[in-house]
């Protein structure tokens, strides 16, 4: 079953074209990865796809549901945890969630999503002193914490030490296993190979290349996914 389906998108800024003509789909219980060079615009199709930007054009489909005209509706069955997400530095681990519970009509229990993601002994912490790793954990919850269908992980893993980033990598292994289709905004092509189903790579506002981490590696004619994605996007440096 497909979840998203993005024909032709499109979005401008002031400063210029972000999205060219961006087409992908992703199907029912997938590790979607989303790759490519700083500036691409693989925030931007998070940011449409989750109703949180207007498209300039384009069909844009998340669970069936047009993310700017069922923006109310799509919102209670997604999750989203965007880069540089920040919380009021007071706030405590407990209260956040219990928060972030109450936007939603059918929320997961929060008390059992925080001893499963290990934040029962940070309940009384403050966000403010949460170490990165912990800070993640917290996202990837509050992310979960509707119960959602759906879950946009922009950059998780940016920042965390190498155990930090194995230990989200299973946690994000979970939810898959839980049936919930994951998309996953991506620098690290280790991280890419090693949990994606399926991966599109953008370049300059459009996809250069989509298939499993083993297609892409054909299709580039390399050894790894880091050597095939260099080979697609003719870049030495992401
Ligand atoms: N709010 C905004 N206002 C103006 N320009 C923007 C805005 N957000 C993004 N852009 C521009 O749109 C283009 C795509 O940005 P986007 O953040 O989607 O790329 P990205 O692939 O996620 O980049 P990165 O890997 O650096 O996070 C870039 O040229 C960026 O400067």
């Known amino acids: 079953m497909t ?16 999205l060219d003509s961006v087409s992908l789909k992703v199907e029912h219980g997938e590790i979607f990865g989303i790759a490519g060079p700083n500036g691409a615009g693989k925030t931007t199709v998070v940011e449409c796809a989750s109703g949180l930007r207007r498209r300039d054009g384009g069909t844009l489909r998340v669970l069936g549901l047009d993310p700017q005209s069922d923006r ?10 965007l880069q540089e997400a920040a919380l009021p530095d007071a706030i405590k681990v407990g209260e956040a969630l ?15 999503l925080m001893d499963e993601w290990g934040l029962a002994d940070k309940k009384r912490a403050g ?14 919850a509050l992310a979960l914490v509707g119960n959602p269908e759906v879950v946009f992980l922009d950059e998780l893993t940016t920042g965390l030490d190498p155990s930090a980033r194995r230990m989200t990598w299973g946690l994000i292994r979970n939810m898959r296993e839980r049936g919930v289709t994951v998309v ?15 991966i599109a790579i953008i370049d300059r506002g459009r996809v250069i ?4 981490p083993r297609e892409l590696i054909t299709k580039g ?10 080979a697609l996007t003719g870049r030495e440096t992401a």
């Open 221 to 230: 004619r390399s050894d790894s996914l880091e050597d095939a994605y260099f």
């Open 209 to 212: 290349a989509e298939g499993s």
């Open 127 to 140: 966000f403010a002193s949460l170490s990165g790793g912990w800070k993640q954990r917290l996202f990837v």
């Open 72 to 81: 109310r509706e799509l919102a209670q069955r997604i999750g989203v945890q």
């Open 184 to 198: 996953l905004v991506t620098h690290f092509m280790d991280e890419a190979e090693a949990l994606c189903d399926r």
């Open 98 to 112: 219990r928060m972030y519970a109450s936007f939603y009509d059918a929320p997961a229990d929060w008390r059992e």
């Open 3 to 18: 979840v998203i389906e993005i024909e032709g998108l499109r979005k401008s800024y002031k400063s210029g074209r972000a």
